[in-house]
C-alpha cells in the first residue's frame, strides 16, 4: 500500500515517527512550499530562505537516498497554496492510500492536519512529535499538582532523568545553576567569535531569488543569508561554538554590544526548530566539552540549562495552556505595535540597534529580546496579539510553540505569572549596566524625568504605579513598591506626566 508521508519545514530530521516504519519502494514523502504558511505573518525574508532552502536541500539527500519524493515548489503553477489541499491534490496524484504524518508544533496547524482526512478522502495517522525530551504527557505529569510551574524545578528533573552534568545523583559542582556568574557585562576591547558563514549554494540562490519576487514585502532581505542549510553544516556550526565561544558563552550570555550581534552565543536555534539538529546532541556535546576541560562549568550549565530547561519548558508551557494563553492579556494592554518595531527612526540607541540587528538577520540573541525589545513593549502596555505576531515574523527560529510562552510568558507577564515569578521589568540602568548603546543614546541614561531623560526610567515606575492593583501584593515587588513610596510626591507626578507626554507622542507617530 503507497502510503504519503508530508514532512513539514521544520521536520527535516531522519528520526521523525512518521517516517519509522516508510517503505522506500511504495510511499512517497512530501515536501511543500506553500503560500498559507509562508504568509499567515508576514515571516522575514532570512527565515522563508532557510526552511525552503533546507527543505529542497534535504528532499534532494532523500532521492539520493532512494526515497520516492514530491516537492511542491511555491512556483509550480499545480501547486494549491495550503498543505491541506496539497495533501488532498497529491495523494490522489500519487495514488496513496493512507497519509501518516508527524504532528506539526503548533496549534493552528494541528486544528489544520485534523482535517486531512475529510479534505483526502484518506484514512490520516497523526503521531506525536517525539525529536522533545519531554512529552506532552510528561510535562502534564511534571505540572499536576504544583502550584508553580517554575522552570527551575522542571530543569533539574530533565537533568536527573538524562544523566546531564550529574555526579552520582548530584549536580556536578554542587550547585544546579550558574547562573550568578553569568551576568559580566562586555569589556571595551572584547573580542567576539564572528558567527560561520555559508556562501549560497545554486538552491540557496534560486530559493533567495524566489522569495525576493514573491515576498518583497515581508521584512528583511534574502541578501546576505549565510545561515546552514545541511545537517552537515549545522554540524559544524555546533562545533564551531562548542570549540570557539561556549568557553565564554556563560560569562558574557547578558552582555549586549552596539555592532555584535552574535557575541558567544550558539546560534543553533534556527536548526534546532527546523529539525537539523537535535537536542540531546547539542547537550552532549556540550558536556563532552566541560569533561574534557575544554569549557567551565557556569558556560556548560548555562547553555545546556537553555536546551534541556527552557526549550523544552516553554514547549510544555504552550501545550499546557493553549488554545487561551494566545489570548491571555493579564494588564489589559492594547495600545498598537509602534512603527519604530519596523525600523521607523527612533533616538532611542538601544531599541535602534536591537531592531536594526533583528531586520538585518532575522535574530537578536535573548538579552535584546527580553530586556530592551520586550522590556518596552511591556513598560509601554503594547497589545499583546500585537507584539506575539512581530516576534513571530522577524526571527528566523520564530514558531508559535516557543515564541509564546516567551512573549506572552515571559516578556509581558500577560499570562498573570505562569512561567515568570514577577515581570522582567527593568528602568534604563540595567540596559546601560549590560551594553554600551546609552554611550550613543540621545536620552541620557542617569537622567530620571524630562526631555533627555531615559524613557525606560519614567517609562518603568510608571508601569508599576499603573498595575499597582494587580502587582502590589507581588512578594518579589515589596521592596520595589516601598521605593516608589518613598519618592517624593512631586518626584512621583513627574513620572506620571513624562510617562503620559511619552506615550503619547508615541500613539502619534511622533519619533521618540
Ligand atoms: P543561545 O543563547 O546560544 O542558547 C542556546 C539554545 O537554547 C537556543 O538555540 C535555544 O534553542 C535555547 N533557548 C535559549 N533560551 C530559550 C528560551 N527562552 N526558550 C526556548 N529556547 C531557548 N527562541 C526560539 O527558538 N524561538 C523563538 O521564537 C524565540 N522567541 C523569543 C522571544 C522572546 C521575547 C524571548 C525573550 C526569547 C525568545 N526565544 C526564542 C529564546 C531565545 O532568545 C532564543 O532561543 C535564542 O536567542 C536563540 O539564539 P541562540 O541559538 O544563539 O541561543
Ligand atoms: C514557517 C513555515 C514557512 C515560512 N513555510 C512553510 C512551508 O512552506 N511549508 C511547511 O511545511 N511549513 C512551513 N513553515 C512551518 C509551519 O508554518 C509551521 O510553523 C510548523 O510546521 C509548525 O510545526
Ligand atoms: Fe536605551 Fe535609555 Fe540607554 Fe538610550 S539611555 S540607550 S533609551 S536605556
Known amino acids: 500500500m503507497a502510503v504519503l508521508r508530508p514532512i513539514l519545514a521544520d521536520q527535516l530530521s531522519p528520526s521523525l515517527a512518521s517516517l519509522r516504519d516508510a517503505d522506500r519502494d511504495s510511499d512517497w514523502l512530501l515536501f511543500c512550499e506553500v503560500a498559507s504558511e509562508a504568509g499567515y505573518v508576514k515571516h522575514h525574508q532570512k527565515k522563508i530562505t532557510l526552511l525552503f532552502s533546507a527543505m529542497r536541500h ?28 496539497e495533501v488532498a491534490r497529491l495523494a490522489a496524484l500519487l495514488g496513496c492510500q493512507q497519509v501518516v504524518a508527524t504532528l506539526a508544533g503548533e496549534q493552528r496547524l494541528v486544528d489544520e492536519m485534523q482535517s486531512w482526512q475529510q479534505h483526502s478522502g484518506l484514512p490520516v495517522e497523526l503521531r506525536e512529535d517525539d525529536r522533545f525530551l519531554a512529552s506532552h504527557d510528561d510535562f502534564v505529569q511534571w505540572a499536576a499538582g504544583r502550584k508553580q510551574l517554575r522552570m527551575e524545578y522542571f530543569y533539574r528533573d530533565m537533568r536527573r532523568r538524562y544523566q546531564i552534568l550529574l555526579d552520582g545523583d548530584q549536580p556536578v559542582g554542587g550547585a544546579w545553576n550558574y547562573d550568578s556568574d ?90 534546532l526548530n527546523c529539525g537539523l539538529l537535535l537536542p540531546l546532541e547539542c547537550i552532549e556535546a556540550a558536556e563532552r566539552a ?4 575544554r569549557a567551565p562549568l557556569n558556560a556548560v550549565e548555562g547553555f545546556i540549562r537553555q536546551i534541556l530547561g527552557w526549550r523544552e519548558y516553554v514547549r510544555g508551557i504552550y501545550w499546557l495552556k493553549m488554545p487561551d494563553y494566545k489570548t491571555a492579556n493579564f494588564f489589559n494592554a492594547q495600545r498598537p505595535l ?13 531599541l535602534a540597534q536591537c531592531v536594526g540587528e533583528t531586520l538585518d538577520n532575522a535574530y537578536a540573541h535573548h538579552i535584546q529580546r527580553l530586556m530592551v525589545l520586550g522590556n518596552f513593549a511591556l513598560l509601554a502596555g503594547l497589545a499583546p496579539s500585537e507584539v506575539n505576531d512581530w516576534y513571530l515574523a522577524v526571527y528566523a527560529d520564530a ?45 541620557k541614561v542617569k537622567e530620571r524625568s524630562g526631555e533627555r531623560g531615559c524613557p525606560f526610567n519614567y517609562l518603568y515606575w510608571d508601569f508599576l504605579a499603573r498595575h499597582r492593583d494587580q502587582l502590589g501584593n507581588n512578594p518579589r515587588l515589596g521592596m520595589i513598591y516601598r521605593s516608589y513610596d518613598k519618592m517624593a510626591a512631586d518626584k512621583r507626578e513627574l513620572i506620571a506626566t513624562d510617562a503620559a507626554q511619552f506615550l503619547t507622542r508615541l500613539d502619534s507617530g511622533e519619533t521618540v
Not at 534535504?58 to 509550480?76: I, N, P, T
Not at 566541560?290 to 576541560?293: E, L, V
Not at 509602534?338 to 538601544?350: D, E, H, I, S, V
Open 399 to 443: 514558531y508559535e510553540w516557543v515564541e509564546l510562552p516567551n512573549v506572552t510568558g515571559m516578556v509581558l507577564f500577560a499570562d498573570g505569572g505562569v512561567v515568570a515569578s514577577k515581570p522582567y521589568a527593568a528602568g534604563g540602568a540595567y540596559i546601560s549596566r549590560m551594553s554600551n548603546y546609552c554611550k550613543n543614546c540621545h536620552y
Open 338 to 350: 509602534p512603527a519604530l518595531y519596523w525600523g521607523a527612526q527612533t533616538q532611542m540607541n538601544c
Open 58 to 85: 534535504y528532499a534532494e539527500q532523500l532521492r539520493e537516498q532512494g526515497w520516492q519524493v514530491h516537492y511542491s515548489r511555491l512556483d509550480d503553477p499545480a501547486n494549491t497554496g495550503s498543505l491541506v489541499a
Open 182 to 271: 553569568n551576568r559580566k557585562p562586555a569589556p571595551a576591547d572584547l573580542a567576539a567569535v564572528e558567527p560561520l558563514r555559508f556562501v549560497p549554494d545554486a538552491i540557496t540562490s534560486e530559493v533567495q531569488g524566489l522569495v525576493a519576487e514573491h515576498f518583497d514585502d515581508h521584512p528583511g532581505s534574502a541578501e546576505g543569508f549565510h545561515f546552514a542549510v545541511t545537517r552537515e553544516q549545522t554540524l559544524e556550526v555546533l562545533e564551531h561554538f562548542i570549540g570557539l565561544s561556549l568557553p565564554l558563552f556563560g560569562d558574557y550570555q547578558d552582555a549586549m554590544v552596539e555592532g555584535e550581534p552574535w557575541l558567544f552565543h550558539s546560534h543553533i536555534s534556527f536548526y
Open 290 to 293: 566541560y569533561r574534557n576541560g
